[in-house]
């Protein structure tokens, strides 16, 4: 049974950091390309990080310089540090395992920045 796990969601004031976990299990890890979504209410599932098997990343620019992803293949682990939280990073927080046509996903883990 394929499960991703995902903790470090939480309330953060504005400019502070989180750093998001998600533990996989039941998949051969290394070779999926792992990545985090976020979705806000009433808006769409937005992609803010991807790492592939071979560790190139990609970010959209409403994240990139403030969101790092990584992997730990021997963790079979996910993280993403976010950093110079805004308001509108506001969102639970996704993680996604994808390989050809499997695709997993997380429960998710919200994320509340403000005062």
């Known amino acids: 049974q394929v499960q991703l796990v995902e903790s470090g969601g939480g309330l953060v004031q504005p400019g502070g950091s989180l750093r998001l976990s998600c533990v996989a299990s039941g998949i051969s890890f290394s070779f999926y390309k792992m990545e985090w979504y976020r979705q806000a209410p009433g808006k769409q599932r937005e992609l803010v990080a991807t790492i592939t098997a071979d560790r190139r990343t990609v970010y959209p620019d409403s994240v990139k310089d403030r969101f790092s992803i990584s992997r730990d293949n021997g963790k079979k682990t996910v993280l993403l540090q976010m950093n110079r939280l805004k308001p509108e990073d506001t969102a639970v927080y996704y993680c996604?395992?994808?390989?050809?046509?499997?695709?997993?996903w997380g429960q998710g883990t919200q994320v509340t920045v403000g005062s």
């Open positions: 996604s395992a994808r390989l050809e046509d499997r695709v997993y």
